[in-house]
């Protein structure tokens, strides 16, 4: 498979696959649905809570925080992790762009 030509996507569309991306496993919307029931959480409670590695859930947390979705501060010797209220509005507006679009016609199309 050749490389994606993303140059000939707009900057919207490629940044929308990108966060599609990296939401693209399921392990990544338990910690998104986990940060955002506790509106803040300290790493090791990820371990407890999906019963994952630690070094599992350190990649997960990666690939989200380099999308913008959370970022983290350093509390002692653990990181603690929260959604990225700016960056969520932006991706939620973006979503809700593209899903908005598609009008329910009368008729079926297929």
Request: with cysteine.
């Amino acid at each position: 498979m050749g490389l994606t030509k993303s140059d000939l996507f707009t900057a919207e569309q490629n940044q929308l696959a990108q966060v599609a991306k990296a939401l693209a496993h399921p392990a990544r919307i338990a910690i998104l649905e986990h940060l955002l029931m506790q509106n803040a959480c300290i790493n090791s409670d990820l371990v407890d809570e999906l019963g994952l590695a630690q070094a599992t859930i350190s990649q997960h947390l990666k690939e989200l925080k380099e999308i913008g979705i959370i970022h983290g501060s350093i509390e002692g010797n653990s990181m603690s992790y929260c959604i990225n209220p700016e960056k969520w509005s932006e991706i939620t507006s973006n979503m809700n762009r593209l899903f908005n679009q598609y009008v329910p016609k009368d008729n079926n199309c297929c």
